[in-house]
């Protein structure tokens, strides 16, 4: 069924993928962490990013704060970034939020921080696999949980075969899954022993599905409706399956350098502050609340997937956020006692 969303989500996804196939036509900058003196393959513009970042220090009076993560589904992500410093505002240096421009994969970002040369940051998922020494990261999970919550984007002719599934073992034993080779999560479905075939390439997973190579995408609760509706324009009989969800534990971190250890006790300090006094959540709301009422309507059961790949034991806080107690409960094997 053709489903609505906000025009804004839509055109911003749409601008998005625009964006990342020009890239992808004109070529991506290499940078590694060997040649993070040698700038010369990038544009003038991300020269002139970098020499402003190598000259600021403790003693400027700005230091700007680079992330890469600047497409629209980590919106929320920058957005509490913003909310984070201007706890600190008046502290000196004060640090600026700056955006890099040029394409770079997780895996370049990683070394791009790894180098120190500059302060960047990023997001990403806490995995025992991707242990990198000198990095630090937040206190807290920034997203609350959701990113571990799945819905799968399938086709019409599948819906049946997907209402027959009843447990994990079916799962593994009849469904083919669509997955980006790349994704942290790619080796949580492997330890779930799920049937995956694998692409390098997001935009490659849909014309696929239409293909009939697989029977379903798992995409996350807050990209999924604007995905179905931006590809049912080339392949309208893709739909999402509402009946049930995947739940897996994925934890969201902030990291940076250990050697700026500065800024991430202004960024812990500054998610405390936003934690205690309620902006958090509130801004929390303002970017899922779409989501929340979905599942607010829903309710789909659950089946519960492993992640042994956490650091530590999972944390369910703040899941009331966005779940409902009967959610919870499906999660965490018991109701909330309270919600922060």
């Given at each position: 069924m053709f489903r609505q969303v906000s025009f804004f989500r839509l055109s911003h996804f749409i601008l998005a993928l625009t964006l990342s196939a020009v890239c992808g036509l004109f070529g991506s900058v290499e940078l590694h962490a060997q040649a993070a003196n040698s700038y010369s393959a990038i544009s003038q513009t991300g020269t002139s990013q970098i020499a402003s970042s190598q000259t600021s220090s403790p003693r400027s009076e700005v230091v700007d704060l680079w992330y890469?993560?600047?497409?629209?589904?980590?919106?929320?992500?920058?957005?509490?970034?913003?909310?984070?410093?201007?706890?600190?505002?008046?502290?000196?240096?004060?640090?600026?939020?700056?955006?890099?421009?040029?394409?770079?994969?997780?895996?370049?970002?990683?070394?791009?921080?790894?180098?120190?040369?500059?302060?960047?940051?990023?997001?990403?998922s806490e995995h025992r696999q991707y242990q990198i020494p000198e990095l630090i990261r937040t206190d807290s999970n920034l997203v609350a949980g959701l990113m571990g919550f799945r819905l799968l984007l399938s086709h019409q002719k599948n819906l049946a075969k997907l209402s027959a599934i009843q447990?994990?073992?079916?799962?593994?034993?009849?469904?083919?899954?669509?997955?980006?080779?790349?994704?942290?999560?790619?080796?949580?479905?492997?330890?779930?022993?799920?049937?995956?075939?694998?692409?390098?390439?997001?935009?490659?997973?849909?014309?696929?599905?239409?293909?009939?190579?697989?029977?379903?995408?798992?995409?996350?609760?807050?990209?999924?409706?604007?995905?179905?509706?931006?590809?049912?324009?080339?392949?309208?009989?893709?739909?999402?399956?509402?009946?049930?969800?995947?739940?897996?534990?994925?934890?969201?971190?902030?990291?940076?350098?250990?050697?700026?250890?500065?800024?991430?006790?202004?960024?812990?300090?500054?998610?405390?502050?936003?934690?205690?006094?309620?902006?958090?959540?509130?801004?929390?709301?303002?970017?899922?609340?779409?989501?929340?009422?979905?599942?607010?309507?829903?309710?789909?059961k659950l089946i519960i997937l492993k992640n042994p790949f956490l650091e530590s034991e999972p944390s369910f806080h703040n899941l009331c956020w966005w779940a409902p107690r009967a959610l919870i409960q499906q999660i965490n094997g018991k109701p909330p006692a309270h919600c922060n």
């Open positions: 890469f993560q600047t497409h629209v589904r980590h919106q929320f992500r920058t957005d509490a970034m913003a909310l984070i410093l201007s706890y600190t505002s008046k502290e000196k240096p004060r640090l600026r939020l700056r955006p890099w421009t040029q394409p770079l994969t997780q895996q370049r970002a990683v070394s791009v921080i790894r180098n120190r040369q500059f302060p960047m940051f990023a997001t990403l447990s994990m073992g079916d799962i593994q034993s009849k469904l083919r899954i669509g997955f980006g080779q790349h994704w942290r999560d790619y080796s949580i479905l492997e330890a779930n022993n799920l049937t995956l075939v694998g692409t390098p390439h997001y935009s490659n997973l849909f014309p696929m599905l239409e293909a009939d190579r697989f029977d379903a995408i798992p995409r996350g609760l807050n990209q999924i409706f604007t995905e179905e509706q931006y590809w049912q324009s080339r392949f309208p009989d893709i739909q999402v399956f509402e009946e049930y969800a995947w739940y897996y534990p994925y934890p969201i971190y902030l990291y940076m350098h250990k050697d700026y250890q500065w800024i991430m006790e202004r960024i812990n300090y500054g998610f405390y502050r936003s934690m205690q006094d309620g902006s958090m959540r509130g801004l929390f709301k303002k970017h899922f609340q779409e989501e929340i009422d979905w599942l607010e309507r829903k309710q789909p």
